[in-house]
């Protein structure tokens, strides 16, 4: 049993030891589960009370969260409110978060930033995010949201300076500062301290402002958002925690008070993470750490070897900043890698980049990121295509530009890979 019978062993056992240590057992109490080494899976839709009366305790608490102690956790009731493979990759999870207090699972990236702004924004809010961001994210910001009266507004520069300014046009209403740091595909860094503190500035005038940071392209090994002061954390566990391409998943990160709201809207609206996608995520956070640095140590190699290509005009790659570069400070202050995601554009156009494209052999022609292999793709005319171009060419999203999520891979064969695809453009 999990839930209000977990011993919670693992929390006294290892304490002092570092995440990677933490993370094998994070979670899990083997004297719950036959003494099985690795975490078992509980393909259950609903659980046993002992009694009438514990029904009716659980389902109490699950009602008035503001009931729940720390000697009284939530019982498992049914699973579409929790499941102890929920329970378990959540708190392997906050293994990686120092500073939040609970983790919340969903069944993808989406699911969890749409729930997130479905349980702590209202009618008549204001979410401000910044731009280049993933394509779907736009879209439910300037598209769905707007159906239940919450307004939208992109800011494209990192600068603090253009948050500030849309603070103070929309003042009074702003409830969410979104960003998404390093951005997609553009890999700009915007300064989470510093939009933080705006947030904080603001707080008399405006009420609070949560500052939400979509940990993706870094987290949640080579950046860590709650020391900065961000309040809440979104990820797409598809790309780097799920790390093998082979699943659909996401996280919402936070403090307790805006953690309970998550979850009680996840209950509510039913994105549901099956026991089975929970067990592959909690496997995957066991190597998430050694993963991010192979790839990364990889990606510089590639980057390095894009730099002195004679038919790349630019690459666009956190290792690779200069340090008269406003980018490398905020880069230097927030992350401590620079993680697998090179952009690039080629001496060309779109049939150059596709031709590119159309003839890598080891690396992978496909969306997504994060995973062992090497992904290759066009954000212009995939992931980006339905976004006004207007708001495109601000951002330097054109089709000259190519993406890559560099892999586990030899990196010299995705270097000689690489090297055939552009001598054929
Ligand atoms: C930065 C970022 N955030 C969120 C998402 C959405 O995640 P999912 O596809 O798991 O819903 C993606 C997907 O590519 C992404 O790249």
């Known amino acids: ?118 349980a702590l924004l209202k009618p008549g809010d204001v979410i401000i995010y910044s731009f280049p961001i993933y394509g779907a994210t736009e879209h439910l910001f300037e598209d769905v949201l707007s159906k239940f009266g919450i307004k939208a507004q992109a800011v494209f520069s990192s600068d603090p300076e253009e948050y500030q300014q849309a603070i103070e046009k929309h003042k009074g209403h702003v409830a969410m500062l979104f960003i998404e740091t390093p951005a997609n595909p553009s890999i700009v860094h915007t300064d989470i301290a510093a939009i933080a503190e705006l947030a904080k500035k603001y707080e008399k005038s405006n009420g609070r402002i949560l500052v939400a940071v979509d940990n993706t392209f870094m987290g949640p090994v080579f950046q860590h958002c709650f020391p900065l002061g961000a309040d809440l954390v979104v990820y797409s566990a598809t790309k780097f925690i799920g790390g093998h391409s082979d699943l659909i998943g996401g996280f919402v990160v936070g403090k307790k008070s805006e953690m309970t709201k998550v979850k009680s809207y996840r209950s509510v609206l039913g994105p549901t993470t099956d026991p089975f996608c929970c067990w ?59 993680g697998a995601l090179i952009s690039f554009n080629i001496k060309g156009g779109k049939a150059e980049a596709f031709r590119v494209l159309n003839n890598v052999r080891v690396c992978r022609l ?24 207007e708001m495109c060419r601000k951002v330097g999203l054109t089709d ?26």
């Not at 640095?293 to 666009?316: G, Q, T, W």
């Not at 994060?370 to 212009?380: A, Q, W």
């Open 1 to 118: 049993m999990h839930g209000e019978n977990k011993k919670q062993w693992w929390k006294s056992v290892l304490p002092e030891c570092q995440p990677q240590t933490r993370v094998l057992s994070a979670g899990y109490d083997p004297e719950l589960s036959e003494m099985s080494v690795k975490v078992p899976i509980f393909p259950t839709s609903t659980f046993l009370f002992k009694t009438a009366e514990e029904g009716e305790r659980f389902f109490y608490l699950q009602n008035h969260p503001e009931a729940r102690g720390d000697g009284a956790e939530l019982g498992l009731i049914y699973s579409r409110m929790n499941n102890p493979n929920m329970e378990i990759v959540e708190d392997k999870l906050m293994v990686f978060e120092p500073g939040a207090e609970a983790a919340a699972v969903l069944p993808s990236g989406m699911s969890a930033i749409s729930t997130m702004c479905l």
């Open 280 to 338: 592959l995520i909690a496997r995957s956070l066991e190597t998430v750490d050694i993963r991010m640095r192979k790839s990364s140590e990889n990606a510089m190699l590639v980057a390095e070897f894009l730099k002195d290509h004679p038919k790349v005009a630019k690459v666009i790659y956190s290792g690779l900043l200069e340090k008269s570069d406003p980018q490398y400070a905020i880069y230097k202050k927030q992350c401590c890698g620079p």
């Open 366 to 389: 496909a969306v997504s990121l994060g995973g062992t292999e090497t992904l290759i793709s066009h954000p212009r005319q995939m992931t980006h295509q339905n976004l006004p171009e």
């Open 400 to 425: 000259s530009l190519i993406r890559i999520s560099v892999g586990l891979e030899d990196p010299r064969d995705i270097i000689a890979d690489l090297d055939q695809a552009l001598a054929k453009m």
